[in-house]
């Protein structure tokens, strides 16, 4: 990853770059054409020694889908303490988060349940052996794991997810609610360090979703 960035970023500046590298090299090499501004580089990093590298190096930090804010919080001190070694700024976070707005809030967080249950099932593996980033995202969830293992076995026998996961799971992993539930949902992420929270708007209807919660924030 550092040498991939240290190519990247000649690039983007319109350098003739070389390169010879452990894994990648490259000899002067460019781009066709100038970019007419500085292209950011953003990581995606959950463990400590990619954290780390993204605060040394990166103007960024991604933090995925299904990332707890306990998570959150604790990676990002983990890059705030690398960018201050290493004498940079902090890189600005991102964070991914499903969404899901209604008048009812009860009917938001019925839709984000399925949208929650979607990605648990391609991300969490069969059985009872994760590795070790999932092992961490349930136990800073606070859904015990016990519980967490019950509701992915009911998910998988086919039950709905309205019915196999609970409250619990909105809380510890999406942005859903009214309008002003959502915004107020969105400022948790703000108190630990996010500066910009993409939503992936699910459910029955997305592009009503992201009209509503767009017309609230716009008033």
């Known amino acids: ?101 209604r008048t009812d809030g009860a009917v938001a967080r019925h839709e984000a349940k399925a949208t929650i249950a979607e990605s648990l099932s391609l991300l969490w593996p069969v059985g009872d052996d994760w590795p070790q980033r999932r092992e961490t995202a349930v136990a800073e969830s606070g859904i015990p794991r016990a519980d967490f293992t019950a509701a992915l076995a009911r998910l998988r026998q086919g039950e709905d997810a309205a019915t196999a996961l609970d409250e619990r799971f909105v809380e510890a992993f999406a942005v859903a609610g009214t309008a002003e539930e959502c915004l107020d949902q969105a400022a948790r992420y703000r108190a630990v360090g996010v500066d910009e929270l993409p939503l992936t708007f699910g459910g029955t209807r997305p592009l009503q979703d992201i009209a509503d919660l767009g017309t609230r924030v716009g008033g």
């Not at 959950?46 to 991604?62: H, K, N, Q, V």
Request: proline fraction near 7%.
């Open 1 to 101: 990853m550092r040498e991939a960035i240290a190519i990247l970023r000649g690039l983007f500046a319109g350098d003739n770059v070389t390169l010879q590298g452990r894994v990648f090299s490259v000899d002067s090499a460019r781009l066709a054409f100038t970019p007419s501004r500085s292209v950011p580089i953003y990581m995606a990093a959950a463990s400590d020694a990619p954290l780390r590298l993204c605060g040394e190096i990166a103007d960024g930090f991604i933090v995925s889908n299904m990332t707890p804010l306990r998570s959150t919080r604790r990676m990002a001190a983990i890059v705030a303490e690398a960018a201050a070694r290493a004498g940079r700024p902090m890189p600005r976070i991102v964070q991914y988060a499903p969404c899901a707005v």
